[in-house]
């Protein structure tokens, strides 16, 4: 059969509106005019495709009263035809001779096929159709597209409104298979945002996922735009839609066939198209539109999810319970949402409550929780308040679950809120192919394996700050590492540190790329190596352990293959080379004993007292009582009972008293009063309080396991004193409920006193110090039994499991 007329000049059109413009009249002459850009070239090409098949439909006698009707779906139903997408087309008839159906088809679909133009059709009766969508899910999404075209609309509405109000009723029953195939779509093709390569339509982020978006609309459980605040990057879902539509639709015109997969050798082509610059700059704005695409599916599914209707047994179950986290924040129904007597407006620092407690107990933030912060919340003011850093601090060292609630943040605009720097280095593509990820996410892996490593340093809060901005300087002009410590010495201030601390964390940002150059390029035996580095450093041995560190998560953040054992011995070998040159660190002493606290301890008896701390939320406890064995367990539990978190604690001691000094912050709401305090600690102490069970029992009320799993593994560094039988213990671990109880109960049943102690909470991460009286016993043996003592309390990571053989 040839090429008909009417296709020809179907053919014809198209090729004229993707080489020029806006097509001719007949009779009107023709004149070169500018290139239509993607969005006129769609909407140009639907308007051709709908002019031909209405002209076709009439021609064959398509009519309104004909028992027929053209329905269009996939891209032409949804009005966004691509240069060479499918047409996807359904010829819809009611109680018509077959043979007639049969000749009509005929009609229909030969020209389209001798014009070369890819189809795909069917002919069905609407049960038939509405029969197909039941059975087949991917049919059943395709035909909620549907879109009446020519003939008898009748017939269109009877599909339209039978599929939709099908899979609202059935929704229930395929959401399960829904998630499957979007999860197996998404294994198969990968993320948009991090692929050099990536699948446009199929991949995570891609234009799939917005018509699933757009079927869960449908079905009624979620809106197929959900907002996401006020200052998000890029401009929203809708800005991100029609990004992707360009870029495939400039795939198509440059590949001049139907292409899915952005090749590296057009992106250039399409970036200078679609006027953005070059190929990184178009791999920016896919990043950023693919991220928010991405992050409002999991939105989208998630409120999908909970809105399901319920069944049988499942209507009679109460409403999901409020379990408080923080100060304002709780969570209701499998997310972190805010309290009802929440105040955003007079709270700048619940932001980072709700990240900090959505990390910590692996929950998202319910989306309404974050446009309402976003639109409410204030700035915090600088410097930040200690209970500000101190969440950031928590929601760093969460490990990999630091990722998705910072991409929640960052998505919804709050992240660039409180980090304005970030918006230079967000969605940044890597310029090299050993980077794996943007350089945001880049910045956020090295945080997750920074928290692995905590424990090696000895301030694993500057580790963690100096993880999150050792790239910071990237995207602006000048070399990156001197760029960022200037920019790190500012966020440093910001923050609150202090003085020295920021100067440590400019010098990690500055540095951070000294020791894996050092170790990799330059003769490690020769003195003067080892003098360039350690003179770079000004002799700061601690600065060395923080870089030590930092260099391995920065390049286990980088890409599979870039740490391995070659690179770890030679930066390890040359730290041990740098460290017998440096000075060692001294060892912690005891903090100084007010005087009027000292008078207090002489005259005896039990006193507790509590007055605010410098932080909104903090509070100063100071327990004197008779010393003796479990006094110091029984006032730490006494105040986990009552949800208070130490964050600091001094103990010493006055004649027969002790006197500890607990900085505290309480969980929600205000501390109790000292007086409870007092006689909580008296009944514990006279063996009336069971506090071991009541905490087990608290612990397991707040969903955490009895054995919380860490992030990094436990370290205890032995020192011995001066006096005979002391030694130093210093502890570096992560922080769980009741933590300083626990140890000093290990402690007193090893029969070790604590001659005086300073502990100090970082965020998640403790660094303790506990000078311990052994007494003459004081051997390898006895220290030993301490420390697997500790270690039965202390979170440590969870057991790897073990890899699977290799089927033979």
């Keep these: 059969m040839g090429q008909s007329k009417g296709a020809a000049e179907l053919v014809a059109a198209r090729k004229q509106l993707l080489d020029n413009g806006p097509i001719a009249e007949p009779g009107e002459r023709r004149s070169r005019t500018p290139r239509l850009d993607s969005e006129a070239v769609r909407a140009a090409l639907v308007d051709l495709y709908e002019l031909w098949l209405t002209t076709k439909g009439a021609e064959l006698g398509i009519t309104a009263d004909s028992g027929l009707a053209v329905v269009a779906v996939g891209g032409l139903g949804r009005r966004e035809m691509l240069p060479y997408s499918d047409l996807d087309l359904v010829l819809l008839h009611d109680d018509v001779d077959p043979a007639r159906v049969a000749e009509v088809a005929d009609q229909l679909w030969y020209p389209l096929w001798d014009a070369h133009i890819k189809l795909d059709h069917s002919v069905r009766t609407v049960p038939q159709a509405l029969r197909v969508a039941a059975d087949d899910l991917i049919a ?31 929704i229930r029953g395929r959401f399960d298979e829904i998630i499957t195939q979007a999860e197996a779509r998404w294994q198969r093709s990968g993320e948009i945002a991090h692929r050099a390569e990536p699948d446009l339509k199929n991949g995570r982020g891609g234009l799939r996922d917005i018509q699933l978006l757009d079927a869960l609309a449908i079905a009624q459980l979620t809106d197929a735009m959900p907002g996401l605040g006020p200052d998000v990057p890029g401009g929203g879902l809708k800005t991100a839609h ?5 870029v495939r639709t400039e795939l198509h015109r440059v590949a001049g066939r139907a292409r899915d997969q952005l090749r590296a050798q057009d992106a250039d082509e399409i970036g200078g198209a679609l006027r953005l610059g070059d190929r990184f700059d178009l791999a920016r704005i896919l990043s950023d539109s693919a991220r928010t695409v991405s992050y409002s599916v999991d939105v989208g599914l998630r409120t999908a999810a909970n809105a399901l209707p319920r069944r049988g047994l499942a209507r009679l179950r109460r409403a999901p319970v409020r379990r408080p986290l923080d100060e304002g924040v709780v969570e209701h129904g499998g997310e972190v949402v805010l309290a009802r007597d929440a105040r955003p407006q007079r709270d700048p620092g619940l932001i980072l409550r709700v990240a900090a407690a959505s990390a910590q107990h692996g929950l998202p933030m319910s989306a309404t929780t974050l446009n309402r912060l976003s639109e409410d919340a204030p700035e915090l003011r600088e410097p930040w308040p200690k209970d500000a850093l101190n969440d950031l601090l928590v929601l760093l060292g969460s490990g990999r679950r630091v990722i998705d609630a910072v991409e929640a943040l960052d998505r919804t605009g709050l992240w660039g809120r409180l980090l304005p720097e970030w918006g230079a280095v967000r969605d940044l593509p890597p310029r090299d192919a050993m980077h794996t990820w943007t350089v945001d996410r880049h910045l956020i892996e090295t945080v997750a394996y920074a928290s692995t490593l905590s424990t090696r340093v000895a301030r694993p809060d500057l580790l963690a700050l100096g993880a999150l901005l050792h790239d910071i300087g990237k995207g602006r002009a000048g070399d990156h590492s001197v760029v960022g410590a200037e920019l790190a010495t500012h966020i440093g201030r910001r923050l609150g540190l202090w ?15 000294l020791l894996p150059d050092t170790a990799t390029r330059r003769d490690l035996a020769d003195p003067e190596t080892v003098r360039f580095v350690a003179d770079t450093l000004d002799g700061d041995i601690q600065l060395l352990e923080l870089l030590h560190a930092l260099a391995e998560a920065d390049s286990l953040a980088t890409g599979p293959g870039v740490w391995g054992d070659w690179k770890a011995s030679l930066i390890g070998d040359l730290v041990r080379r740098c460290r017998l040159v440096l000075a060692g660190e001294p060892l912690p002493t005891p903090e100084p004993i007010a005087p009027d606290l000292i008078q207090r301890a002489e005259a005896g008896g039990v006193h507790v007292d509590l007055r605010p701390a410098e932080g909104k939320f903090t509070y100063t406890v100071t327990v004197i009582a008779p010393d003796g064995p479990g006094l110091l ?20 001691a006055a004649g027969d008293s002790a006197i500890n000094t607990f900085v505290v912050a309480p969980k929600f709401g205000d501390p109790p009063d000292p007086g409870l305090l007092r006689q909580e600690l008296i009944r514990a102490s006279a063996g009336d309080l069971d506090l071991p069970a009541r905490l087990a029992k608290r612990e397991r009320d707040s969903g955490i396991a009895a054995s919380p799993h860490a992030q990094a593994e436990p370290r205890l560094i032995w020192s011995q004193t001066s006096a005979p039988g002391q030694w130093l213990l210093e502890l570096r671990a992560e922080d769980r409920l009741a933590l300083l109880s626990r140890l000093a109960a290990a402690f007193s049943a090893c029969g070790a006193n604590v001659r005086w102690a300073k502990v100090v909470t970082m965020g998640s991460a403790v660094v303790d110090a506990f000078c ?21 309390v202390v979170p440590r990571p969870a057991p790897k499991r073990p890899e699977t053989a290799a089927a033979t």
């Design 772 to 792: 311990l009286d052994l007494g003459a016993d004081d051997g390898a043996a006895r220290r030993a039994a301490i420390e697997k003592a500790v270690l039965e």
């Design 140 to 170: 059943a999404m395709g035909m909620l597209e549907a879109r009446h075209i020519v003939g008898d609309a009748d017939l269109s509405t009877l599909l339209v409104g039978g599929v939709r109000r099908e899979w609202r009723t059935g």
């Design 242 to 246: 029609r990004r992707l539509l360009d």
């Design 633 to 652: 367990s029984d006032a730490a539990g006494v105040l986990a009972l009552h949800s208070l978190r130490v964050l600091a604690a001094s103990v010493g």
């Design 499 to 513: 003085p020295q601390d920021v100067q440590t964390l400019s010098a990690m940002v500055r540095h951070h790329l």
